[in-house]
């Protein structure tokens, strides 16, 4: 063990022990520079067999918890590795897990298990979101810490995993016998968000009736045949969650959550008072259709059961965002319901640009489902947000990362008429100017291929015209300061200009483009790249796109270089 009042690392002090387990002993410790306190878990190799291993699971632990951001998720700070021990440094989490509340008072109160159950709701659906999904796998009581304040943290990664879409089954069984669900132990499939779902209920079910899953009778009965005074649709979302068969559990958090934010909605006698309300509510209709407080009273009714309906949806698609087939179905739904909201339109859209890809297939699903069904009401309802968040980035991904079926045309010539609803709706001063460039530069693009079938002798295009604009393109990306605004657009225009200067190097030259023009133009990009990946700040998911693009930038660059040093080298030997 540490010795209370040591200095770990140069750094981190010593206070007293928090907590021991098996393997583990948790101090409380001290930054002194910084004046703040810290967790830090230590495992030694004493007394310990397949430390090595033991060691793995918990730098997997770590890994994971680096990437992740949550408010009901302690952070890692630090990683010491020293000869006979292990130790992580962490957000020290004042208070005490819920077993501890179990031990003392035994079942706690239902109100209290909802909230709890709600926030933990949240953090699994947060680790879901990622990508890969991050499956818990071990939700417990004595997993979940109760804060002063009321809020809970869920701590210790030992057991999770990223979700392999391509695996047919867990490599391991883990979790906790009582709280795992049945697809944990036996050979019964890969856990998926499914599983979290059961635990959450299996440790719901122990919170509210005080009955550990994990003893005697190793069996969830209805929660009310413990305490009758329990709310029976509490008692229904518990089985719910808790049913054998993963088809047959709520699939998502946010269907578990929206449950759980209505679940006096589901009690026995809520239903039967609200059956007859509304037996009650259908004559009075009938009785009164023809006045105008009868009117009035169900449009209101139908507008708040709309808003909260369409919030829904949009939850669970951001929820089951990693299955776009089914966010999209969500997402689809949301705008059944209230085609006039921008977030259903942007939240799609994002969907199908996460990979900075447009397929053709999503094209599709836009133009059938979204933009020709949907698209005049939101124009007429928010036409500033249609420009700016569904326009504006659709055009710009049909010109710079459309990508067609084998033998099909590119999407420059269909960003057209996008750009040209940005120039018509759009009140944002850089978005219109860049479109009118984009959109004139398109429309050069398509001029010169239709100009290839004509066989007349002539070119059909001005290539010094055509060097005058791509210069114009690439100086769209640089404001007045000399500042570049936005670093993805302009990789992207960098990218285009380059494999445009690649491709058509013959053409400006022989258009009388001198090779120092193009020379000092490439030398602008390579520079500007340069400062790019210096300064940028990428974000996680889009990294590697962004690394790539650069990396194709450089290398057309570079290809570039060698054609005219060699076209250079050529001439001065036939001199």
């Excluded at 001290?30 to 430390?51: L, T, Y």
């Excluded at 045949?225 to 969650?241: A, D, F, H, V, Y």
Aim: glycine share 6%; net charge negative.
């Amino acid at each position: 063990m540490l010795e209370i009042g040591s200095l770990i690392d140069g750094k981190y002090k010593i206070l007293n022990v928090v907590g021991k387990g098996g393997m583990s002993v948790v101090y409380l410790a001290m930054n002194e520079r910084a004046n703040k306190q810290w967790a830090i878990k230590e495992v030694r190799k004493d007394g310990i067999q397949n430390f090595e291993v033991v060691k793995q699971n918990l730098i997997v632990e770590t890994d994971l918890l680096k990437k992740l951001d949550h408010p009901h998720l302690p952070s890692i700070i630090d990683v010491i590795d020293g000869d006979g021990t292990f130790l992580i440094v962490m957000d020290y989490i004042e208070g005490k897990p819920l077993s501890d509340a179990l031990k003392n008072s035994g079942a706690q109160s239902q109100e209290d298990v909802i909230e709890w159950a709600k926030q933990l709701c949240d953090v699994l659906g947060y680790l879901h979101s990622r990508k890969p999904p991050i499956i818990y796998r071990d939700m417990k009581p004595s997993n979940v810490m109760l804060k002063p304040d009321g809020n809970v943290m869920l701590i210790d990664f030992g057991t999770a995993r990223e979700f392999k879409s391509t695996s047919v089954a867990d490599t391991t069984c883990l979790g906790t016998q009582g709280y795992a669900a049945p697809e944990q132990f036996g050979g019964q499939g890969q856990t998926d968000a499914r599983t979290d779902i059961y635990c959450l209920g299996a440790t719901m079910y122990h919170l509210v009736t005080g009955h550990n899953p994990c003893t005697p009778p190793y069996e969830m009965y209805p929660i009310r045949q413990w305490n009758p005074m329990l709310s029976s649709g509490l008692e229904e979302i518990i089985t719910k969650c808790t049913q054998r068969n993963p088809n047959d559990r709520y699939q998502s958090c946010a269907e578990l959550l929206y449950a759980l934010d209505h679940y006096t909605d589901l009690d026995i006698e809520n239903k039967k008072v609200q059956s007859f309300k509304w037996k009650v509510f259908i004559t009075s209709i009938i009785l009164t259709i023809v006045t105008l407080i009868g009117t009035l009273g169900f449009s209101v009714a139908l507008s708040v059961k709309k808003s909260s309906t369409y919030d829904y949806y949009l939850e669970t698609a951001e929820m089951v965002k990693s299955d776009q087939d089914e966010s999209t179905k969500y997402y689809l739904n949301a705008l059944s319901v209230n085609p006039k909201d921008i977030r259903a339109y942007e939240g799609m859209l994002n969907l199908f640009l996460d990979d900075n890809v447009l397929e053709e297939s999503e094209e599709s699903v836009l133009n059938k489902e979204l933009l020709l069904t949907y698209k005049d009401e939101i124009v007429e309802s928010e036409p500033q947000e249609y420009a700016d968040k569904i326009a504006y980035p659709l055009a710009q991904a049909f010109f710079f990362a459309y990508e067609p079926d084998e033998g099909r045309s590119t999407g420059i010539d269909k960003s057209v008429k996008w750009f040209k609803d940005v120039e018509k709706y759009s009140n944002n001063a850089q978005n219109i100017e860049r479109s009118k460039l984009l959109r004139s530069m398109a429309e050069y693009i398509e001029k010169n291929k239709s100009s290839k079938i004509q066989y007349n002798g002539d070119p059909g295009i001005d290539y010094s015209e055509y060097w005058k604009k791509l210069k114009e393109l690439c100086e769209a990306g640089v404001n007045d300061n000399g500042e570049i605004e936005n670093f993805r657009i302009t990789l992207l225009i960098y990218r285009f200009v380059a494999i445009t200067i690649d491709d058509k190097l013959d053409e400006f030259d022989k258009a009388g483009i001198k090779f120092d023009a193009i020379g000092k133009q490439i030398k602008m990009i390579s520079d500007n790249t340069e400062e790019i990946c210096k300064t940028a700040k990428f974000e996680n998911e889009s990294e590697e796109q962004d690394r790539n693009t650069m990396n194709s930038i450089d290398a057309t660059i570079d290809n570039i270089s060698k054609k005219m040093s060699s076209r250079l080298n050529q001439e001065v030997e036939n001199e």
